[in-house]
């Protein structure tokens, strides 16, 4: 028995041993910051951004024509507010909406950038303007904030980039590498009509890029458990996109003779069943540079847990959301209360985690319901995309630029749930990014395609001094 309780002591020795010298190793991968110099912005560039909002270029459905009016009327706005780049920069327009500007760099040896954005916006609840501080396309300007549809998703990205870029030419910069700012119209329905087709003709004209930087990361304030310091997310991939629809057909019936199998309770049992039988959770990249990143600016002990993943992982990876999520998001069935329907329908929602696959997701769906159940992929559906470097010189210039723009930040690589345009600029550029320096915190991330949309006026600013210098570092 001695041996036995020896044995063990040992043997938790060392593996305490473990858990300390791994994380002893894990030290902060954060890289030092220089100051760089103020950059003297206009006075108008709230009301620029504010103009910007009032185009209601709303995108409602994939199968909705774009409103024209609200298109070409925003494009006519950006001409005027920002003649320079519109004088010294070409314009293409894809698909009559989607916006391309070249800026022609001195040194053609060079590998351009593409800096991205996109022009729509969701639509507003219309029983939810009562909850708006002011108008969402209204563009008011407070003390503290400019509000509307747009502020944050994307326009307030879009405006601050031309702004960055006015800025620039107004000191006559000139980039030795090219520049490309592309603006897809439909990025809110997919993109197909918008990025895709930008990306489609970059590659024609045989254009590849060194990086493209897309939304779709930013700074999170108070969100991180253990940080009191922003974290940077710059995210290196997306997770995939891809809806199916489960069909019931039966023969229906009277309530009052139901049948054993009930039209829409096979439908109730396959929702129930999919969500209880829900993707794996996996530790895979770049959710593992999470990890390593995060884990580095933690306290010992929760440095601990994520220095030795091993010990708890599945709760650090439910936190994170790392596996494939379902989503019921439609139901429809029954036309009268006495009548069992024919058909039943609901829509599931999955967000891909890389490694698996839309084939691979509807493998599981047919795998886990009935069989009497139809299964039919619908709307628009993508793959997980590619996971950037974390180890190109692009990286590292994206980087050091944000650590020099918030030196009290903690920069993280990650994975994006949502969809973004990046995902069609892989084929043409070396690396893709999505960052930029929005700040997110608890009470605003509900404002995303949310109630009260609105960015506050020191944040807009940092946003084109980030852009700002981030074109001079590439350039």
């Known amino acids: 028995m001695k041996k036995i309780v020896r044995l063990l002591l040992a043997l938790v020795i060392i593996v305490f041993g473990i858990l300390i010298i791994n994380t002893l190793l894990l030290k902060s991968k954060q890289v030092a910051s220089t100051p760089l110099e103020k950059v003297q912005l206009p006075?108008?560039?709230?009301?620029?951004l504010s103009k910007a909002i009032q185009y209601p270029t709303i995108s409602f459905s994939e199968d909705a024509i774009p409103d024209s009016t609200a298109f070409f009327g925003f494009h006519r706005f950006l001409e005027e507010a920002f003649p320079l780049t519109h004088a010294k920069l070409s314009l293409e327009k894809i698909n009559e909406y989607s916006l391309l500007y070249t800026w022609e760099g001195s040194d053609p040896s060079k590998k351009p950038i593409i800096l991205m954005s996109h022009q729509d916006v969701v639509p507003v609840d219309e029983p939810t303007l009562q909850d708006w501080e002011a108008g969402p396309f209204e563009g008011k300007i407070t003390d503290t904030n400019i509000i509307g549809r747009g502020t944050m998703d994307d326009k307030g990205t879009l405006v601050g980039l031309l702004e960055a870029v006015e800025k620039l030419l107004e000191e006559s910069y000139q980039p030795t590498r090219t520049i490309y700012l592309a603006s897809g119209h439909d990025e809110e329905i997919?993109?197909?009509n918008g990025a895709a087709q930008i990306a489609a003709h970059l590659k024609k004209k045989g254009v590849h890029a060194m990086m493209t930087l897309d939304e779709g990361g930013f700074i999170a304030e108070n969100l991180v458990p253990g940080i009191d310091k922003p974290v940077a997310?710059?995210?290196?991939?997306?997770?995939?996109?891809a809806s199916f629809r489960l069909i019931v057909e039966t023969s229906g019936g009277h309530s009052s003779q139901p049948p054993r199998e009930n039209t829409i309770g096979m439908l109730a049992q396959a929702i129930v069943d999919l969500e209880n039988n829900q993707l794996?959770?996996?530790?895979?990249?770049?959710i593992d540079y999470q990890f390593e990143y995060m884990g580095a600016e933690l306290p010992f002990f929760q440095k601990m847990v994520f220095a030795n993943p091993w010990l708890i992982k599945k709760p650090i990876l439910e936190a994170m959301n790392a596996h494939t999520t379902t989503a019921p998001t439609i139901i429809n069935g029954g036309i009268k209360n006495n009548v069992i329907p024919t058909v039943a329908e609901a829509t599931i929602n999955f967000r891909i985690l890389p490694g698996e696959t839309i084939a691979s997701v509807k493998q599981h769906i047919e795998s886990t319901i009935s069989d009497k159940i139809r299964v039919e992929p619908v709307g628009f559906l993508t793959n997980p995309s590619p996971v950037s470097s974390i180890e190109s010189e692009a990286y590292k210039t994206l980087e050091k630029t944000i650590r020099d723009m918030f030196p009290n930040s903690v920069v993280v690589p990650g994975l994006v749930g949502g969809g973004t345009d990046a995902r069609y600029f892989y084929d043409i550029s070396?690396?893709?990014?999505?960052?930029?320096?929005m700040r997110i915190g608890p009470d605003s991330m509900t404002r995303f395609h949310g109630i009260d949309e609105k960015i506050s006026k020191d944040n807009y600013t940092e946003i084109i001094e980030f852009a700002y210098h981030l074109i001079k570092k590439f350039g």
């Open 43 to 48: 006075n108008d560039v709230y009301q620029n």
């Open 280 to 286: 794996p959770y996996k530790l895979v990249k770049p």
């Open 233 to 241: 997310m710059v995210n290196l991939a997306e997770k995939g996109f």
């Open 190 to 192: 997919g993109g197909a």
């Open 430 to 437: 070396d690396d893709v990014y999505r960052f930029y320096p």
